[in-house]
């Protein structure tokens, strides 16, 4: 038994550091690469799905192997959420963010159902023995409801930069921005790649008719504070 909670812990250890690290973007996840990453996943489990019907992998090796599959991910989530709540912590305060139901409080309460369901899998709270397989898949999910609960669908433009969902875009590093429709803005930033090449990318976001003044006051402001860095960022000094 010690060995398997050791075994375990090690895992979740190892996704937290993985999820901790910052490797893995969303801006970098594509279309075809998340469907190819979806078909090879669904390709393995319906391979050990047949190899544990035809008796090949049996449960006293499966059980063992989901769970450490869970608590793997549990720790990439976690790790995930915690870098997302340094990056958040480091941006500064908050000068303007698109708000609404369904942007702050309805993904809130799908983290918090998420979480509160993921302690009743544990099955720490009810009369249920806890096994590795409750107690992993309940941790994934709580993980994942905490990851939820941090990660924002919409830019947050903050007192030392823009944070768009796992990126953070430093003021000095905005080359500009204009209204891309009546209610859409457009921002333009040098984006830092591989091999230490910069790319000019760009987003959009949707900007509440009554909240325009608002979103300029910010970026106004913003552009001229951060002029001089912005020019020697260009310059390259």
Do not use: C
Not at 42 to 58: R, W
Not at 133 to 143: C, D, E, N, Q
Not at 171 to 180: D, E, F, I, P
């Amino acid at each position: 038994m010690w060995i398997y909670i050791i075994f375990l812990s090690a895992l979740f250890i190892g996704g937290l550091y993985t999820g901790e690290r910052p490797f893995f973007q969303l801006r970098k996840l594509t279309t075809s690469m998340v469907l190819n990453i979806s078909l090879v996943v669904l390709v393995f489990f319906t391979a050990l799905m047949i190899a544990f019907i035809v008796g090949v992998f049996p449960q006293s090796i499966a059980a063992p192997m989901m769970a450490g599959l869970y608590i793997l991910l549990a720790g990439f989530f976690a790790g995930y959420a915690f870098r997302l709540y340094k990056l958040r912590s480091d941006s500064g305060t908050i000068l303007y963010q698109n708000r609404s139901f369904w942007i702050d409080h309805a993904p809130n309460l799908l983290a918090i159902g998420l979480i509160v369901y993921g302690i009743y899998r544990t099955s720490v709270l009810t009369d249920l023995p806890i096994t590795g397989i409750r107690f992993s898949s309940g941790m994934s999910l709580i993980s994942f409801g905490i990851l939820g609960w941090t990660l924002k669908v919409v830019p947050e433009f903050r007192s030392s930069g823009i944070l768009f969902l796992d990126q953070f875009i430093p003021w000095k590093k905005v080359l500009s921005w204009r209204w891309h429709t009546d209610d859409v803005v457009l921002v333009e930033y040098i984006q830092s790649e591989e091999k230490n090449e910069d790319r000019i990318k760009q987003f959009v976001t949707a900007i509440p008719p009554d909240e325009k003044k608002e979103i300029e006051l910010v970026l106004k402001s913003k552009m001229d504070e951060f002029a001089d860095q912005r020019s020697e960022e260009l310059m390259g000094d």
